[in-house]
């Protein structure tokens, strides 16, 4: 697998334009109980379905493939034809849902990567955030440091000074 990206189709970017706004959209209406993603998903369902049944009509129609025609030489011109054209259909199909699942696989991978950036942006801030509090505690720790030299210091003077006036 290659790493690099090869560029989207319109249709590909219209998607992932429409993945885009559908994800900015904080709520859904309580009327719509699907995402954008899922209701054109079914509706991709249903339209293979149909294009599953229409195609085992034609099936059903033709003559089996690998089957001997049968007839003159005209019903069996037509028969290969009908075949042919079948078999067009098919690789057809294979082809619009291998591209189907193609865009779905980018789709799918710009929301990884996507979830990934945000994953890393938010550990890159918490990140940043312990540096900056650990400065702080370090910045503290030098002060209190200096604090009690400080404290120290002035405790020996006044014993100096109380050692002083005694004598």
């Known amino acids: 697998i290659s790493c690099e990206e090869e560029p989207l189709t319109r249709k590909e970017k219209k998607m992932l334009e429409d993945h885009m706004k559908a994800k900015k959209i904080k709520a859904l209406p309580a ?6 993603e899922e209701e054109s998903s079914k509706a991709l369902t249903v339209q293979h379905a149909n294009e599953q049944r229409d195609l085992q009509e034609k099936r059903e129609a033709a003559s089996p493939p690998g089957a001997p025609l049968k ?3 005209e019903t069996q011109l037509i028969q290969a034809e009908a075949n042919l054209a079948l078999n067009r259909h098919e690789s057809q199909l294979l082809k619009n849902g291998h591209r189907e699942l193609t865009l779905k696989l980018k789709v799918l991978y710009h929301k990884l ?5 945000i994953s890393l942006n938010i550990l890159n801030k918490k990140d940043k955030s312990l540096v900056l509090l650990d400065r702080r505690i ?3 720790l030098k002060d209190f440091r200096r604090l009690r030299a400080i ?9 100096r000074n109380a050692k002083k006036a005694k004598v």
């Open 31 to 36: 009327t719509s109980a699907m995402e954008p």
């Open 71 to 73: 007839g003159d030489s």
């Open 113 to 117: 990567h996507c979830a990934n950036m």
């Open 138 to 140: 370090e910045k503290m």
């Open 151 to 159: 404290r120290k210091d002035s405790e020996r003077i006044l014993a």
